[in-house]
């Protein structure tokens, strides 16, 4: 027997607003939980006197073995594997910060890293592609590398210039999330053509912006452009 909240609500009047007083509490929960769990996985390697820049260079090696899993068509257990590389990735600036460890070469190792994890991952894909004989998905997945690395530098030239240059949707974050659904449920060839469009509208989106920001001034002090 089904009922509908309208019923439920006629039969209990005090149960939809407990249910509804209790969401919020229930989900808060949850997150306070995983940050209590971060906090305290934080606290541990922190106390340990880890350098960061080690949690950094583990978390390549895990990308690299996500990139492994690609190549031989364990596109699953490669999601599964990216997740716990981004976890990773978001240890390691924590307890630099925990640490009072937080560098100007900490943030330039650390980019410069994931340039490499993320050109790892497309590499296990373009293995797997060219292995299967399918050139057209090789050309897509070179496409979309292309575009991943071209997001990352457009902003970098960008900021060289101007104050700040995040426009545009396709950053790391979501390409390794996009990778993530791909790999679980067997559509890695959709995502990659999202990946490589959207990545190519963001970079010229960047050009764009920046274009527009060093034509009004707003360049960085002792920049000098000539217009």
């Known amino acids: 027997m089904q009922f509908s909240c309208g019923e439920i609500s006629r039969i209990a009047p005090g149960f939809e607003t407990l249910l509804t007083d209790h969401m919020p509490t229930f ?129 970098a030239r960008a900021e060289s210039l101007i104050p700040l240059c995040k426009v545009g949707f396709m950053e790391r974050p979501e390409r390794l999330v996009l990778l993530i659904i791909g790999g679980l449920f067997n559509r890695m060839g959709a995502v990659l053509w999202v990946i490589a469009v959207v990545s190519t509208i963001t970079v010229i989106h960047r050009i764009v912006y920046t274009w527009q920001e060093t034509r009004a001034g707003r360049t960085l002090p002792g920049i000098k452009l000539t217009l």
């Open 27 to 155: 989900t808060g929960g949850i997150g306070a939980g995983s940050k209590w769990l971060l906090d305290r996985i934080v606290g541990i390697l922190a106390a340990t006197g880890v350098n960061p820049n080690f949690l950094t260079f583990l978390g390549l090696v895990v990308n690299f073995a996500a990139a492994a899993s690609f190549a031989v068509g364990g596109f699953r257990t490669g999601a599964f594997i990216i997740f716990f590389a981004g976890f990773l990735d978001m240890l390691d600036g924590q307890v630099a910060r925990r640490q009072n460890r937080v560098t100007a070469f900490g943030a330039f190792y650390d980019s410069t890293l994931d340039r490499y994890a993320d050109m790892a991952l497309y590499m296990g894909l373009l293995v797997y592609y060219s292995v299967s004989g399918r050139t057209p998905y090789v050309v897509l997945a070179a496409v979309a590398t292309a575009g991943s690395v071209m997001v990352s530098y457009a902003r």
